[in-house]
Nanobody, 123 residues
Framework: QVQLVESGGGLVQAGGSLRLSCAAS????????MGWFRQAPGKEREFIAA????????DYEDSVKGRFTISRDNAKNTVYLQMNSLKPEDTAVYYC????????????????WGQGTQVTISS
């Protein structure tokens, strides 16, 4: 069992940066691929980024490539999402997720979800 708690969301002006954190409980954190998703009002939840258990493999949705960076610290049971050059269209609730492999996470085959953290980008 893995419990995920996101933090770091908030209100930022366009062009600014935020770093989201996701703290995981449970001794099996390092065996899971981790990911970030987001859901904007009136839209479906969409994949943003994923990272393998060893950090050797990362995957990004096209609209965030070059602006967002996913990373993890297995010693701290934490995964991060550094978001730069933020745009108003990045406004959404951001969710942390754990799955068996980055490809499965991208396909929304997720074993565990966090509760989400709101990110709002003002123009």
């Amino acid at each position: 069992q893995v419990q995920l708690v996101e933090s770091g969301g908030g209100l930022v002006q366009a062009g600014g940066s935020l770093r989201l954190s996701c703290a995981a409980s449970g001794r099996t954190f390092s065996s899971y691929a981790m990911g970030w998703f987001r859901q904007a009002p009136g839209k479906e939840r969409e994949f943003i980024a994923a990272i393998s258990w060893s950090s050797s493999n990362t995957d990004y949705e096209d609209s965030v490539k070059g602006r967002f960076t996913i990373s993890r610290d297995n010693a701290k049971n934490t995964v991060y999402l550094q978001m730069n050059s933020l745009k108003p269209e990045d406004t959404a609730v951001y969710y942390c997720a754990a799955g068996l492999h980055t490809t499965r996470v991208r396909r929304n085959e997720v074993n565990y979800w966090g509760q989400g953290t709101q990110v709002t980008i003002s123009s």
